[in-house]
């Protein structure tokens, strides 16, 4: 007689009118995902059958769902990880269960677990306890600018299915030769309401090289000249996050350079 228990203690009996349901999201924009699912079933006749799947998640692909068909005898563990690197966890979010019937009969669920998943740091049943999506600290990410043209403050292009929390910004403003006195203000907020606003204790003045850092950590006493800093306050990380520059009394010829914005983000499952 097999002794399942030894095999695994959490050792589930399926048969073919089981599927196994594998729910992932990718929110990065500009790069697909490979997901691959690997599982093992405890036959009646003895042997394990080790089975394995891939499929692919679209870049910002919010719900990507899989259904794979299982057959007679003890599910043993599954195992999903991505083509993503350690250094990316906090992005790719999954769920996985067991669904009795059709796709469509989704109340008949047995949610198995949920957490991140990279090449490195796989979600495993029965190993990896249920997370929720907020549960990591999330992935630590630059966005950077394309240079604006002469005159015109940055625009950002920021994720639409993440959650993100402003930590950094730096930037490069050169004054023309123009007289006034320019105010960079920064606004982030969700797309709706504006979260806080940011700007400088002083303004930059004519033929002024500026350089702009920003973050969440108190502003220093002692600044270096031409250099200004934004001091953002704790905020709760907001979904569909907007970030934007308005520059009061920016100049024809004045130009920012080597915009880029540091965030981090957590998946929106």
Known sequence: MINVAALSSNAIWVDSSWLLRIIGSNPNTTTALTASVRWRILRKDGVISENFEQFQITAGALSTKRNYPLTNGYLLDISCTTDRSAGQTGENFFSIALQRG????????????????????????????????????????FITTATPGAGIDPTFSLPVQVRAQLIGFRANFTASATVATRLPILSFGDGTLTTFTAYTKTGITA??????????????????????????????PQITPTLSIATTAIQAADQWTNVRAFFRIWNVA
């Open 207 to 236: 033929g002024q090289p500026f350089t702009l850092f920003g973050t969440i950590a108190p502003s220093p006493a002692n600044v270096a000249p031409d250099t200004g800093w934004l001091e953002f306050p704790r905020h709760i």
């Open 102 to 141: 059709s796709v469509a009969a989704v109340a008949n669920l047995q949610s198995l677990t949920s957490g991140y998943a990279t090449a490195e740091t796989p979600l495993n049943w029965p190993l990896s306890p249920p997370r929720p999506v907020n549960s990591d600290n999330g992935q630590e990410t």
